[in-house]
T-cell receptor
Framework: DSGVTQTPKHLITATGQRVTLRCSPRSGDLSVYWYQQSLDQGLQFLIQYYNGEERAKGNILERFSAQQFPDLHSELNLSSLELGDSALYFC?????????????FGPGTRLLVL | AQKVTQAQTEISVVEKEDVTLDCVYETRDTTYYLFWYKQPPSGELVFLIRRNSFDEQNEISGRYSWNFQKSTSSFNFTITASQVVDSAVYFCALSEARSSGGSYIPTFGRGTSLIVHP
């Protein structure tokens, strides 16, 4: 158990809909990262927050947004969903905001868009 | 730009065989970090090892060992006496240290699926 929790575990929705994925980092970790894992693209970094502020952006679509709240949990919002958004979405956390920090991953949220 | 290549898509071995998973990386930085993660059938990503670019010593942890060679930009992972529980997808990742410090964007390889048959 990494100490990172994600809800929900599974999500099935329809195209055009909006969903919110939630992540709670390990106790004491200030950084939260979001990743998308799909068969086509593999594991891709989406976005990072550190202590409530956005710190790095990867291949995140404009239809997607995220935020980190004062209690350090984070939410990833996916809107106008398309079939191609079906993927496993991972959240990870680390203690600091440095290149060598080890990231601990949550169990993921499996999203299926029909 | 950073890049990680795991040329082996799938490896199949019989229990007790040794197996090496290859990882080749590209980076322009002199300071960087390399990682290996395991993704068992349950789907969760499990951290295995982190290595910084200044430490070329090989590392051994039980049946796992890692061979870091800067000269060939490789960070290979060997499992000795493989077991069925080692069956998983293994990802190699690279993180560059930014000159401005702080945030980084890790790059993952496409993963190698290891199947260990009893």
């Amino acid at each position: 158990d990494s100490g990172v929790t994600q809800t929900p575990k599974h999500l099935i929705t329809a195209t055009g809909q909006r969903v919110t994925l939630r992540c709670s980092p390990r106790s004491g970790d200030l950084s939260v990262y979001w990743y998308q894992q799909s068969l086509d693209q593999g594991l891709q970094f989406l976005i990072q927050y550190y202590n409530g502020e956005e710190r790095a952006k990867g291949n995140i679509l404009e239809r997607f947004s995220a935020q980190q709240f004062p209690d350090l949990h984070s939410e990833l919002n996916l809107s106008s969903l398309e079939l191609g958004d079906s993927a496993l979405y991972f959240c990870a956390s680390s203690g600091r905001d440095r290149a060598g920090e080890t990231q601990y991953f949550g169990p993921g949220t499996r999203l299926l868009v029909l | 730009a950073q890049k990680v290549t795991q040329a082996q898509t799938e490896i199949s071995v019989v229990e007790k065989e040794d197996v090496t998973l290859d990882c080749v990386y590209e980076t322009r930085d002199t300071t960087y970090y390399l990682f290996w993660y395991k993704q068992p059938p349950s789907g969760e990503l499990v951290f295995l090892i982190r290595r910084n670019s200044f430490d070329e010593q090989n590392e051994i942890s039980g049946r796992y060992s890692w061979n870091f060679q800067k000269s060939t930009s490789s960070f290979n992972f060997t499992i000795t006496a493989s077991q069925v529980v080692d069956s998983a997808v293994y990802f190699c990742a690279l993180s560059e240290a930014r000159s401005s410090g702080g945030s980084y964007i890790p790059t993952f390889g496409r993963g190698t699926s290891l199947i260990v048959h009893p």
